[in-house]
């Protein structure tokens, strides 16, 4: 078994999407072993992507992200950090696969609906972001 983080971010939350995303989560067949609505700040949100403060979208995507609540999730299942990935679908909805959920659910490239940890160091880093070992169940 494997966990992953996720994200459902402010443009599917806004459009009250988030249900029909956790039926395809859970219908995929993850366990939620950890769920929260928050409302990130803006040095949150920096600090979640530092990954990415080099990259011309960054100041963009941390404004996005803190605009609204998302509601994080931590998702359990077999190579859980390769479905979720898989599911989610390509970053740019244009580009993502039919049946995924950003082909279905994102706006455009940057409000692209949901978050997917890319590896477990990341997913490691991202889950402790977030959640303490007491709220994992
Ligand atoms: P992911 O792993 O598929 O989420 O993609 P990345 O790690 O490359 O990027 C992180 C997030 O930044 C994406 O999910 C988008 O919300 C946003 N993003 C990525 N590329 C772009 C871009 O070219 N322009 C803008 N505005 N946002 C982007």
Known sequence: MERTFAIIKPDAVERKMAGK??????????TIVGMKKIK???AQAEGFYYVHNQRPFFKD?????????????????ENAIAAWRELMGATNPANAAEGTIRKEFAVN??????HGSDAPETAAFEIA???S???LV
Do not use: H
Request: aromatic share 12%; glycine share 2%; with cysteine.
């Open 129 to 131: 972001y977030f959640f």
């Open 21 to 30: 995303i956790l039926d395809r989560i859970e219908a995929a067949g993850f």
């Open 40 to 42: 990130l700040s803006t």
């Open 109 to 114: 490239i940057e409000e692209n609906s949901t």
């Open 133 to 135: 070992q007491l709220e």
């Open 61 to 77: 995507l941390c404004a996005f992200m803190s605009r609204s609540p998302v509601i994080t999730l931590v998702l359990e299942k």
